[in-house]
């Protein structure tokens, strides 16, 4: 099992430039979810899913929007991306009845200048 | 709402003292609480979780953290640490919200000198 992946891994933006990660899990996981991770402010809840087709926001949702299309996958889009975006992406997916023991993914490094 | 604080940002000790990281909540309703870790390099992971029942929790690699509800506290703690446990430690709390998700706080950065 490769458990939670994401990709990229780095990426580099330009202010206004929009871009996709994209999470994939082969766990069966029902629940997946987007973090960001910031210096002194540990992760913050962006969206999750708790099915295919099914999305709901986090506590910072504005700027990103999501997609649920297969169960295994999760995508994060930036449409305009800010320089306040720059951050660590954690992605994550858990079982519908243990949604608390949460698997997460390396991570996406992204800057954006 | 619920939130968590970990008042400790950056931990230095030698190999072999004892570790108390310190992690509070605000949430005044019923409360799983849990202990992330991330090495370096390493994808964040489960350490330890309380649910209910025996307030001391023990978790994988010696840790163990006990649930205080009159100090809204959930402690995690190692009698004598590795240099192995260099790592940052999130503290993580979900209420029952309905809120199908965790709050985790700042993180503790763990540095165990050999």
């Known amino acids: 099992n490769a458990g939670v992946t994401q990709t990229p891994k780095f990426r580099v933006l330009k202010t206004g430039q929009s871009m996709t990660l994209l999470c994939a899990q082969d766990?069966?996981?029902?629940?997946m979810y987007w973090y960001r991770q910031d210096p002194g402010m540990g992760l913050r809840l962006i969206h999750y899913?708790?099915?295919?087709?099914?999305?709901a926001k986090g506590e910072v949702p504005d700027g990103y929007n999501v997609s649920r299309l297969k169960k295994q996958n999760f995508l994060l889009g930036l449409e305009s991306a800010a320089p306040s975006q720059t951050s660590v992406y954690f992605c994550?997916?858990?079982?519908?009845?243990?949604?608390?023991?949460?698997?997460f993914g390396p991570g996406t490094r992204l800057t954006v200048t | 709402a619920q939130s968590v604080s970990q008042h400790n940002h950056h931990v230095i000790l030698s190999e072999a003292a004892s570790l108390e990281l310190g992690c509070n909540y605000s949430?005044?309703?019923?409360?799983?609480l849990f202990w992330y870790v991330q090495y370096p390099g390493q994808h964040l992971q489960l350490l330890l979780k309380?649910?209910?029942?025996?307030?001391l929790v023990k978790g994988i690699k010696g840790f163990e953290a006990e649930f205080i509800k009159s100090k809204f506290s959930f402690n995690l703690r190692k009698p004598s640490v590795q240099w192995s446990d260099t790592a940052e430690y999130f503290c993580?709390?979900?209420?029952?919200?309905?809120?199908?998700?965790?709050?985790f706080g700042s993180g503790t950065r763990l540095q165990v000198q050999p």
């Open positions: 949430y005044g309703g019923t409360v799983n």
């Open positions: 309380y649910f209910s029942g025996d307030p």
């Open positions: 994550a997916s858990s079982f519908r009845l243990a949604v608390y023991e949460q698997y």
């Open positions: 766990m069966n996981h029902e629940y």
């Open positions: 993580a709390v979900n209420g029952d919200t309905g809120r199908r998700a965790l709050t």
């Open positions: 899913s708790v099915g295919e087709g099914t999305t």
